[in-house]
């Protein structure tokens, strides 16, 4: 690569202050035509600040953007959008009731004689999918279709716009391994098309997979381009961090006790009727962690709902400590000592216009603790906040900021704080780490560990395979509602997990471990088994 | 018993309570029953149903408009009230009856009517889209301020809540189409029937199959998507506010304007049907036809109970019968069961937020 490359973007000296933050400072950023560039960094270290700022979301303060060695300013995103800047956000955006096609021409329709000319939309959108060999159905409703699809949807979007640059904001955090594959052989077709991408990931070994070059910022300020064959997970960590990180777990063996979350034969319907877990059935004891993989989609939201009670199952029960919870008001699990980190942190775990005080008593309002008397003890609830803050390195850490204010990463590392902190019985953790740095994931697993330590029961649902397989003691892997096997995650290679999320029956692995006790472990495996026909008989 | 199934075992109970009612009325035609079919099968309360769904019909045009593109108008009978009130009291001023620039002075009444009307919605659009206000309640001042200030307009110059008459916008008829036995009362209408014939389909049609229509759509499901795609959130949501006051403006100005005369007394001639509007696009599932048929059912059971109201010989309660179109409402609306309502209606939007 001796040859100059033309420049597609580059950023000079881009500076954005929020109101008592300084997002970026002084950033310098330069991304040549037809590559892959990677953005890391801690969480708030203002990854997203700076792709909003190249989009036109945000005015900087200070600095200049260049796009194809032109000076731009953007004062919205239509700007940047014509000057063949795209962005794919952390949260879509996306209209769930609209198709596929209407998504994808949103705001710049093509105009027939009698309003939009929907068929040549269709055939337009067609046309570009298969040029970049997406398989998708323009016809289909976004509600209906996959996260990954989804995903496709929004690149069609931006690429509709005629965007030469492509700005990816996390677009991994919410697929699966499969699914990031799949997403990186679109980036190599791109780039072969001539595209540029700059992605935002947490994922060191992504970076280094994917990117051509990787830019680190900490603390807002640019810390280091390197190319990324010429640099090791260690490094950039630390880059990163300032420090060095473990990047394996360790999980020491711990004595399990009573069974402290018993769910048996739960089903359970979404909202439209149609039945995503079919018959269900497991125990987690004190000191225990089950992991749950799959694919997404396959029944997990629908279950840890059930078992959260946001949704009445159909049939089965819960129950904690031996109590029925099955029906039970939420109030009633939170009072029984079930924590819940929910997977759409600000759809579930926060109110983002209110302020941190506010979000950290949020499910303990009624807790003695925080409440005399009817009132909520401020003051308490500010401690309480500043201890979850400080004890999680939420930043910045003030507790008067409001949940919109902070990074992703940010809001996630609160809300697993303040679920973590409530003393509970037994976990329910969705997603914990999603969006959340090394460093900070490092943390939040030592915190699983410790409460596991303490006897406390943890259910982990996780995309991401080296969390569930580091963490769990044992994991039952779902496909179409149904538990397709209970494994030994120490005994069991990502390949045949993989297999097993793809819905491979257990008895069709040729070499598989399925788990039985470990050790001492004899953990309820009766029960899990009875959730599925086929594995009863191996 | 699931909701679907007591859905179903109401709509057999209802269904079938009306068509015991009109069996009962064929077989004893001197009957309630009797009565009731016959003043069903009227033209003339077929032309009266037309007639009184105009104004309940565009206000529940409007308030598609301003409520898929994300702004909740509650204030669609105050905008129903400013306009039936303007209407009168401009043709009033310039002198009933003349003309102002060779048009009739009643169509240059209806024109401020739509004006006043647009202008009340454009002050309702800044509070909430520029303020912050909370949709709902400046829903409700919309419709405090035009019930306290039509009628106190009407005292000061009229020196009644009620106007003056006014020459109405009396009736078009269409040669031999009005001839068709009962379904000819269609085209021998009030201008507003034919107007509303027009709104109806048109704007099912700007809804659906333009991409102002998507605009609206995606600016009530999801306003960060449509703003991130450049296009304006703040636009779209006047765009649909100020329509909801134009065609909310056009209904109360046909109220109004085709009787000749504005009465403001209690919750003035309007009462309720801006309500009402609300109730028929829900029933509607925010479709402009459907919203149309809901109005021209409500208003239908209002031309039957003002018609039952002057058969002799009952003792029912005319108050009673008043209700029935409410009743119905309540029982239809059980029916329906839940309407989806765009995802991001009634609440403020902010662009650059993260
Ligand atoms: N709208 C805003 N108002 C005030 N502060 C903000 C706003 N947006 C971001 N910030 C602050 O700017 C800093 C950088 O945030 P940014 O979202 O860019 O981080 P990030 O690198 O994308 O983090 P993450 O990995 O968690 O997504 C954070 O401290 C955040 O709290
Ligand atoms: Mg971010």
Redesign the pocket.
Known sequence: MGQMRSQAVRLAGVTKR??G?L?NDDVDLEVGAGTVHALL??????????MNVLYGLYEPNDGAVYVDGEQRRFDSPREAIDAGVGMIH?HFMLVDPMTVAENVTLGYEPQGRFGVDRARAREEVVALADRYGFDIDPGARIEDISVGVQQRVEILKALYRGADVLVLD?PTAVLTPQEVEELFDVFEELTAQGKTILF?T?KLGEAMGAAEEITV?RD?RNVGTVPAGDTSREELAELMVGREVLLEIERDPVETGDVVLGVDSLRVRDGRGTERVSDASFAVREGEILGIAGVDGNGQSELIEAITGLRAPESGSVAIDGADVTRASRRAHTDRGMAYVPEDRQERGLVMDLDLVRNAVLGSQHDPAFAANGRIDWAAARAHAAAVIDAYDV??PDPGARA???????QQKFVVGRELERDPRVVIASHPTR?V?VGSTEFIHERLLALRREGRAVVLVSSKLDEVRGLSDRLAVMYEGEFVDVIDPGETTEEQLGLLMAGERPDETAERATVSADGGEDTGTETERTGTDDIDGE | MNRASLQRALAIGFGGALAVFVLLGLVFPGTLAGDFLDILTRESTLSSALRLSVPIAFAALGGIFAEKAGVINIGLEGLLIISAFVGVFATSLLGAGGETLGVSNVWVGFAFAVLASTLLSLLFAVVCIEFRADQIIAGLAIWLIALGLAPFVARVYYGSVNSGSVSSLGTWEIPLLSAIPYVGAVFRSDPSVYFLLVAVPLSWWVLNRTAFGRHVDASGENPRALDTAGVSVRKVRYQGVLLSGVLSGIGGASLSLGLGQFIGTGQTMVNGKGFIAIVAYLFGNYNPIGAFGASLLFAGLEAIQLRLQQVPGYTIPDSLIQTLPFVTVIVVLALVGRTRIPQAAGEYYESG??
């Open positions: 929020f109101p933050v997002a960094g801690e969480n708030g270290a203002g990854k997203t600040t700076l952390q996390e935002i947490h910022l807002g930043r910045p919109a204010s902070l990074s992703g990463g940010n969006g740095d | 937020e993260d």
